[in-house]
């Protein structure tokens, strides 16, 4: 008998964790918008280094590209930004690999300069919770972490 009466349950608990699991969040990322000097040499940079897909710019007034970066998110890059605007570390876009040393061999053959959270070049800092992270610049000096937190969990 109480088999029978658990066996429904467990199936009514993975069917409700499934739907919570498939669910929308109430708001999610559409885009991120990025003001460059050179389109051509941002855009260039962004699908040779990080080798986003780029998708169908909708102004098409050759001011503006459009990555994507997941099923729901995009990146929009638009020229016109002056040249040498100073920028942070700590104001930084982040995305995952699931190898940061491919990563960084990759940055190495395309001479991109890289380093640690600390600036140290040529190598990675690794979190106290082992998580590695990278950091380097685009061609407007934007800073970009790459590190595998979304490959660890």
Not at 17 to 34: G, R
Not at 67 to 72: I, K, N, R, V
Not at 99 to 124: A, I, Q
């Amino acid at each position: 008998m109480k088999k029978v009466f658990l066996l429904p349950l467990l199936l009514l608990c993975c069917m409700v964790k499934i739907k919570a699991q498939t669910q929308k969040p109430a708001i999610i990322l559409n885009h991120i918008a990025m003001y460059v000097h050179d389109l051509k040499k941002s855009t260039d940079f962004y699908a040779k280094i990080l080798q986003f897909p780029i998708t169908e710019e909708p102004f098409k007034d050759g001011k503006h590209t459009w990555f994507e970066l997941s099923p729901t998110s995009k990146l929009h890059l638009i020229e016109g930004a002056p040249n040498n605007i100073a920028r942070d570390k700590n104001d930084h876009l982040c995305f995952s690999v699931p190898s940061v040393e491919v990563f960084m061999k990759r940055l190495e053959k395309n001479h991109v300069p890289f380093s640690d959270w600390p600036g140290k070049p040529n190598t990675y800092t690794l979190r106290v919770d082992g998580v590695k992270q990278i950091y380097f610049q685009d061609p407007d000096g934007h800073w970009i972490e790459i590190n595998d937190d979304g490959y660890k969990h």
